[in-house]
């Protein structure tokens, strides 16, 4: 069974603070991606990686950063928070890209206050 | 830009009807399109997928029907379950574009009993 570990779920931070999520994969997966979901918008994409060391940009990167430092972690911060990031952010992982089963991890629910 | 349109936004079916779900797409490069759901308090699993060299794909009651001429694709849940309520999302991929998923708003279906 895939395996894709979110910390924190659930986190408040204050507006213009920094914010790390974190993403951990036990597949083995090439490629990760950090989705947010928001009544109305379904899941869009932030950013996304192709493996350790890549980062490349999603649909609506713009106030997000993310890291690949291995195979297993990729992380999404957001250097400074705003209130419009409130929303609930998946990790997700899968080989092929988006041409085989994506795993999601449980979800970080975030509030910007 | 929406580059997945899905309708409805939300579909109440009584429990033996057939629901009905509706995407289209505009990107003719899109040659990988899934379907996921999400149980409420769950992450997004996928459900179902086709690939356009067919026009159908079933999986027990579920179906997606494809037309590639006018861009459009549906799932049909059959003999609809109260288990079978959720939040379902299509979504298209092009292997040009990176492969990277692009998702529709999502459909809220209740079944009831």
């Known amino acids: 069974e895939a395996a894709v570990t979110q910390s924190p779920r659930n986190k408040v931070a204050v507006t213009g603070g920094k914010v790390t999520l974190s993403c951990n994969q036990t597949n083995n997966h090439n490629n990760m991606y950090w989705y947010r979901q928001d009544t109305g918008h379904g899941l869009r994409l932030i950013h996304y990686s192709y493996g350790a060391g890549s980062t490349e940009k999603g649909d609506i990167p713009d106030g997000y950063k993310a890291s690949r430092p291995s195979q297993e972690n990729f992380s999404l911060i957001l250097e400074l928070a705003t209130p419009s990031q409130t929303s609930v952010y998946f990790c997700?992982?899968?080989?092929?890209?988006?041409?085989?089963?994506?795993?999601f991890g449980a979800g970080t629910r975030l509030s910007v206050l | 830009q929406q580059q997945v349109r899905q309708s409805p936004q939300s579909l109440t079916v009584w429990e033996g009807e057939t629901a009905i779900l509706n995407c289209s797409y505009e990107?003719?490069?899109?040659?990988?399109f899934p379907w996921y759901h999400q149980f409420p308090g769950e992450s997004p699993a996928l459900l179902i997928a086709i690939r356009p060299v067919s026009n159908k794909k079933e999986d027990g009651r579920f179906t997606i029907f494809f037309n590639k001429r006018e861009k459009k694709f549906s799932l049909h849940i059959a003999d609809s379950q109260p288990g079978d309520s959720a939040t379902y999302f299509c979504?298209?991929?092009?292997?040009?574009?990176?492969?990277?998923?692009?998702f529709g708003i999502g459909t809220r279906v209740l079944v009831r009993p």
């Open positions: 997700a992982s899968g080989d092929l890209g988006g041409r085989d089963t994506l795993y």
């Open positions: 979504a298209a991929s092009s292997n040009s574009a990176g492969n990277k998923l692009t």
């Open positions: 990107d003719s490069t899109f040659d990988y």
